[in-house]
């Protein structure tokens, strides 16, 4: 009997926690790491994670630990699952401790502020392991419902095919379906981009604008997306799929997105800073709308509703007059 795949997760919020599940329900062992001994004594002691997954049951195969050096041996899979911007630090760090051969899985979905890096390509540049042990997992995956077991499907995507099935074995389950793609840019693309069209759609929810409204602004926004990973060299097609429309309309519908919620705060009138004190986890888009930008500077692709979400977060637009320029930008043909 061959032993079971090792699974190191860095991260113990909601989403990493859920994903370390979703890997022990498929069979494989699995190790939490967290900075705080009192979280990890908690997963181990009560088999919950009180602070992100209150009332959650965790599955027998997964326990969790504060030495990074014993969540990183002899891992198959070291998953990292902490927020986009603390990525570069905290991986400098455990550089040292991963596993030879262990596959570095990202569940972030961010853009490096400064860099413009998507976060496999700050994976590659810190950790130097090559393109090929690299990969991504994206897709309508919320963490609430995938802990509470509800049915859900996902991409996992990396550019060796065999590396993206073997993940894809190791974290099929019952309720957890993923499919396996070899563009990674696209996928990286869909879920960092969403995350800043759920903050559009959350502030016209906010602002009481209507169904019409969230419909165009997640269509265009899709649009938007499309033309910035085709510029990046994207398969067009992969905007159509899970990682793209699929992972787009979870975030933009549900009140469980983070950053729909920042959104509709911000359109209900409340402040930035009222905002984040309301917030209890990291929203990607309020810091990844600036980056998503930058990079689509960078390549000379127009992007309007990030553009507007940028001047509203960051420099202090109000909405109503942001709305405004967005709807009289000069007419054009749908498909341009």
């Given at each position: ?24 329900d ?8 967290g900075?705080?001994?009192a ?8 088999r ?19 030495d ?18 603390t ?16 596959v ?11 860099s ?21 997992v ?9 802990a509470?077991?509800?049915p ?10 065999s ?5 894809q ?14 563009d ?15 903050l ?12 019409n ?19 990046l060299?994207a398969?067009?097609?992969?905007f ?17 997105s ?22 209890k ?13 930058d ?19 960051h ?8 709305l ?13």
């Amino acid at each position: 009997m061959s032993n079971p795949v090792k699974a190191a997760v860095f991260g113990t919020g909601s989403w990493g926690t859920a994903f370390g599940m979703v890997l022990a329900d498929a069979g494989c062992d699995v190790t939490l790491w967290g900075r705080r001994a009192a979280l990890a004594d908690a997963v181990n002691s009560t088999r919950t994670n009180p602070d992100y997954l209150p009332g959650v049951e965790l599955p027998a195969g997964l326990w969790a630990t504060t030495d990074a050096a014993e969540a990183a041996r002899d891992a198959d899979f070291t998953v990292l699952a902490v927020p986009s911007q603390t990525l570069r630090a905290n991986l400098a760090d455990w550089t040292p401790l991963l596993a030879p051969g262990t596959v570095l899985v990202s569940l972030m979905k961010g853009v490096e502020l400064g860099s413009a890096m998507r976060m496999s390509e700050v994976i590659d540049d810190v950790a130097k392991v090559g393109a090929e042990r690299i990969a991504v997992v994206t897709g309508p995956n919320l963490a609430r419902e995938i802990a509470a077991r509800m049915p859900a499907a996902a991409v996992v995507a990396c550019p060796d095919e065999s590396v993206a099935q073997r993940l894809q074995t190791a974290c099929h389950t019952p309720y957890f379906r993923p499919y396996t793609n070899t563009d990674v840019v696209g996928c990286e693309l869909g879920g960092a981009v969403k995350n800043v069209i759920g903050l559009a759609v959350g502030i016209a929810d906010g602002m009481g604008l209507g169904d019409n409204a969230k419909g165009s602004l997640i269509t265009r926004g899709l649009a938007e997306t499309t033309r910035l990973g085709v510029a990046l060299g994207a398969d067009p097609l992969t905007f159509s799929g899970l990682a793209g429309l699929g992972d787009l309309v979870a975030t933009c519908s549900s009140p469980l997105s983070r950053n729909h919620t920042f959104g509709t705060n911000l359109g209900k009138g409340m402040t930035l800073q009222e905002t984040i004190a309301v917030t209890k986890q990291t929203a990607e888009g309020v810091k990844s709308c600036e980056s998503v930008l930058d990079l689509a500077r960078r390549h000379g692709v127009d992007m309007p509703i990030t553009e507007t979400v940028v001047g509203i977060v960051h420099e202090g637009k109000p909405p109503v007059v942001a709305l405004k320029e967005l709807m009289s930008r000069s007419a054009k043909p749908e498909r341009r």
